[in-house]
Protein backbone atom coordinates (compact mmCIF):
# COMPACT_ATOMS: atom_id res chain seq x y z
CA UNK A 1 0.00 0.00 0.00
CA UNK A 2 2.57 2.38 0.66
CA UNK A 3 5.00 1.49 -2.00
CA UNK A 4 1.64 2.12 -4.85
CA UNK A 5 0.98 5.60 -2.61
CA UNK A 6 4.75 6.87 -2.71
CA UNK A 7 4.58 7.95 -6.52
CA UNK A 8 1.20 9.43 -6.92
CA UNK A 9 2.30 11.40 -4.26
CA UNK A 10 5.84 12.23 -5.17
CA UNK A 11 4.05 13.03 -8.73
CA UNK A 12 1.72 15.09 -7.17
CA UNK A 13 4.30 16.92 -5.16
CA UNK A 14 6.21 17.72 -8.37
CA UNK A 15 3.15 18.88 -10.65
CA UNK A 16 2.21 20.84 -7.53
CA UNK A 17 5.92 22.57 -7.78
CA UNK A 18 6.52 23.20 -11.19
CA UNK A 19 7.42 26.17 -12.99
CA UNK A 20 7.67 27.18 -16.48
CA UNK A 21 10.42 25.72 -18.37
CA UNK A 22 10.55 28.51 -21.07
CA UNK A 23 12.28 25.76 -23.30
CA UNK A 24 9.82 26.24 -25.83
CA UNK A 25 11.49 25.05 -29.80
CA UNK A 26 9.45 26.12 -32.56
CA UNK A 27 9.25 23.92 -35.67
CA UNK A 28 12.09 25.37 -37.75
CA UNK A 29 14.44 25.30 -34.92
CA UNK A 30 13.19 21.77 -33.49
CA UNK A 31 12.97 19.97 -36.81
CA UNK A 32 16.81 21.35 -37.87
CA UNK A 33 17.87 19.95 -34.26
CA UNK A 34 16.38 16.40 -35.09
CA UNK A 35 17.61 16.12 -38.56
CA UNK A 36 20.99 17.52 -37.50
CA UNK A 37 20.80 14.82 -34.65
CA UNK A 38 19.51 12.03 -37.94
CA UNK A 39 22.24 12.77 -39.64
CA UNK A 40 24.52 12.07 -37.00
CA UNK A 41 23.39 8.82 -36.01
CA UNK A 42 23.01 7.88 -39.71
CA UNK A 43 27.33 8.92 -40.17
CA UNK A 44 27.95 6.33 -36.54
CA UNK A 45 25.59 3.50 -38.54
CA UNK A 46 27.16 4.07 -41.54
CA UNK A 47 30.87 4.02 -39.75
CA UNK A 48 30.32 1.09 -37.90
CA UNK A 49 29.41 -0.55 -40.93
CA UNK A 50 32.44 0.59 -42.71
CA UNK A 51 35.08 0.00 -39.66
CA UNK A 52 33.34 -3.53 -38.35
CA UNK A 53 30.78 -5.30 -40.23
CA UNK A 54 32.67 -4.99 -43.57
CA UNK A 55 35.86 -6.17 -42.47
CA UNK A 56 34.26 -8.93 -40.31
CA UNK A 57 32.34 -10.48 -43.20
CA UNK A 58 35.45 -10.42 -44.64
CA UNK A 59 37.30 -12.17 -41.64
CA UNK A 60 34.76 -14.72 -41.74
CA UNK A 61 34.34 -15.49 -45.70
CA UNK A 62 38.46 -15.92 -45.45
CA UNK A 63 37.67 -18.04 -42.62
CA UNK A 64 35.17 -20.26 -44.31
CA UNK A 65 36.93 -20.56 -47.50
CA UNK A 66 40.37 -21.37 -45.45
CA UNK A 67 38.65 -24.08 -43.40
CA UNK A 68 38.08 -26.50 -46.28
CA UNK A 69 41.97 -26.03 -47.49
CA UNK A 70 43.02 -26.52 -43.82
CA UNK A 71 41.48 -29.71 -43.50
CA UNK A 72 42.84 -31.10 -46.59
CA UNK A 73 46.43 -30.04 -45.60
CA UNK A 74 46.02 -31.95 -42.29
CA UNK A 75 45.49 -35.34 -43.68
CA UNK B 1 8.07 46.02 -22.64
CA UNK B 2 8.07 47.90 -26.02
CA UNK B 3 11.72 47.99 -25.88
CA UNK B 4 11.41 44.38 -24.53
CA UNK B 5 9.47 43.41 -27.84
CA UNK B 6 11.53 45.87 -29.90
CA UNK B 7 14.95 44.02 -28.88
CA UNK B 8 13.15 40.35 -29.44
CA UNK B 9 11.70 41.65 -33.12
CA UNK B 10 15.37 42.68 -34.09
CA UNK B 11 16.92 39.34 -32.87
CA UNK B 12 14.34 38.00 -34.85
CA UNK B 13 14.67 39.54 -37.89
CA UNK B 14 18.85 39.36 -37.19
CA UNK B 15 18.14 35.59 -37.17
CA UNK B 16 15.87 35.39 -40.21
CA UNK B 17 18.63 37.24 -41.77
CA UNK B 18 21.40 35.15 -40.92
CA UNK B 19 19.46 32.22 -42.20
CA UNK B 20 19.27 33.71 -45.82
CA UNK B 21 22.37 34.92 -45.97
CA UNK B 22 24.23 31.61 -44.98
CA UNK B 23 22.16 29.39 -46.79
CA UNK B 24 21.13 27.21 -43.58
CA UNK B 25 17.98 26.13 -45.82
CA UNK B 26 20.39 24.83 -48.40
CA UNK B 27 23.26 23.02 -45.75
CA UNK B 28 19.95 21.02 -44.92
CA UNK B 29 18.91 20.12 -48.27
CA UNK B 30 22.61 18.74 -49.27
CA UNK B 31 22.20 16.98 -46.09
CA UNK B 32 18.96 15.14 -46.90
CA UNK B 33 20.50 14.73 -50.55
CA UNK B 34 23.47 13.15 -48.85
CA UNK B 35 21.27 10.85 -46.50
CA UNK B 36 19.33 9.79 -49.38
CA UNK B 37 22.44 8.90 -51.48
CA UNK B 38 23.58 6.87 -48.36
CA UNK B 39 20.73 4.72 -48.33
CA UNK B 40 20.83 4.46 -52.18
CA UNK B 41 24.04 3.04 -52.11
CA UNK B 42 23.47 0.36 -49.10
CA UNK B 43 20.59 -0.81 -50.89
CA UNK B 44 22.46 -1.04 -54.45
CA UNK B 45 22.48 -4.98 -55.64
CA UNK B 46 25.04 -5.94 -57.11
CA UNK B 47 28.25 -3.78 -55.83
CA UNK B 48 31.18 -5.83 -54.33
CA UNK B 49 31.51 -5.89 -50.41
CA UNK B 50 34.38 -3.92 -51.30
CA UNK B 51 33.02 -1.06 -53.14
CA UNK B 52 30.16 -0.68 -50.44
CA UNK B 53 32.86 -0.49 -47.68
CA UNK B 54 34.83 2.53 -49.36
CA UNK B 55 31.62 4.22 -49.91
CA UNK B 56 30.19 3.76 -46.69
CA UNK B 57 33.25 5.18 -45.09
CA UNK B 58 33.15 8.41 -47.42
CA UNK B 59 29.45 8.58 -47.15
CA UNK B 60 29.75 8.41 -43.43
CA UNK B 61 32.58 11.46 -43.28
CA UNK B 62 30.41 13.61 -45.85
CA UNK B 63 27.29 12.88 -43.57
CA UNK B 64 28.82 14.12 -40.11
CA UNK B 65 30.33 17.04 -41.80
CA UNK B 66 27.02 18.14 -43.66
CA UNK B 67 24.96 17.06 -40.33
CA UNK B 68 27.48 19.25 -37.98
CA UNK B 69 27.70 22.15 -40.82
CA UNK B 70 23.99 22.46 -41.12
CA UNK B 71 23.99 22.11 -37.41
CA UNK B 72 25.95 24.66 -36.44
CA UNK B 73 24.59 27.01 -39.28
CA UNK B 74 21.34 26.70 -37.16
CA UNK B 75 22.68 26.81 -34.00
CA UNK B 76 24.78 30.16 -34.92
CA UNK B 77 21.88 31.71 -36.85
CA UNK B 78 19.39 31.48 -33.41
CA UNK B 79 22.08 33.10 -31.39
CA UNK B 80 20.51 36.60 -31.66
CA UNK B 81 16.90 35.64 -30.19
CA UNK B 82 19.53 33.39 -27.59
CA UNK B 83 21.20 36.31 -26.68
CA UNK B 84 18.22 38.60 -26.53
CA UNK B 85 16.57 36.18 -24.38
CA UNK B 86 19.67 35.72 -22.15
CA UNK B 87 21.05 38.48 -21.75
CA UNK B 88 18.35 40.90 -22.08
CA UNK B 89 16.71 40.14 -18.31
CA UNK B 90 20.39 40.77 -16.72
CA UNK B 91 20.30 44.08 -18.57
CA UNK B 92 17.23 45.13 -17.18
CA UNK B 93 14.94 43.99 -20.64
CA UNK B 94 12.48 41.65 -20.03
CA UNK B 95 12.62 39.98 -22.99
CA UNK B 96 11.73 36.85 -21.56
CA UNK B 97 8.65 37.95 -20.04
CA UNK B 98 7.34 39.77 -23.56
CA UNK B 99 8.09 36.41 -24.82
CA UNK B 100 4.99 35.08 -22.94
CA UNK B 101 2.79 38.59 -22.79
CA UNK B 102 0.45 37.81 -25.66
CA UNK B 103 0.57 42.43 -26.58
CA UNK B 104 4.00 42.46 -26.92
CA UNK B 105 3.65 39.00 -28.96
CA UNK B 106 0.91 40.80 -30.88
CA UNK B 107 3.30 43.99 -31.44
CA UNK B 108 6.18 41.40 -32.50
CA UNK B 109 4.00 40.14 -35.21
CA UNK B 110 2.74 43.59 -36.58
CA UNK B 111 6.48 44.62 -36.89
CA UNK B 112 7.44 41.48 -38.51
CA UNK B 113 4.68 42.05 -41.32
CA UNK B 114 5.42 45.37 -41.71
CA UNK B 115 9.44 44.81 -42.52
CA UNK B 116 8.34 42.17 -44.58
CA UNK B 117 5.46 44.61 -46.46
CA UNK B 118 8.82 46.68 -46.69
CA UNK B 119 11.32 44.56 -47.78
CA UNK B 120 7.97 43.53 -50.73
CA UNK B 121 7.77 47.22 -51.79
CA UNK B 122 11.25 47.92 -52.00
CA UNK B 123 12.16 44.47 -54.02
CA UNK B 124 9.61 45.44 -56.49
CA UNK B 125 10.61 48.54 -56.96
CA UNK B 126 14.54 47.53 -57.59
CA UNK B 127 13.19 44.78 -59.87
CA UNK B 128 10.98 47.55 -61.67
CA UNK B 129 14.02 49.74 -62.04
CA UNK B 130 15.71 46.75 -63.31
CA UNK B 131 13.09 46.38 -65.95
CA UNK B 132 13.41 49.94 -66.84
CA UNK B 133 17.21 49.72 -67.33
CA UNK B 134 16.74 46.32 -69.36
CA UNK B 135 14.14 47.17 -71.82
CA UNK B 136 14.74 48.36 -75.12
CA UNK B 137 13.95 51.95 -75.13
Redesign the interface.
Known amino acids: MRMTVFPFAAILLLAATAVPAQAYVGPGLGLGAASTALGVVGAIVLGLLAFVWYPVKRLLRMMRKAAPGSGKRGR | MIAAALVLAGALLATLHLVRRWG ?1 LGR ?1 AA ?2 M ?2 RR ?1 VRV ?1 ARRGAS ?2 W ?3 A ?2 L ?3 R ?2 G ?3 L ?2 GG ?1 AVA ?1 MPIGLALGVGPALGVPT ?1 AA ?2 DPAARLAILAMGIAFAFARYLVGRAAGAGRRARLSPA
Open positions: VFLGTGAMDRKERARLAALLRSLAGLATLL
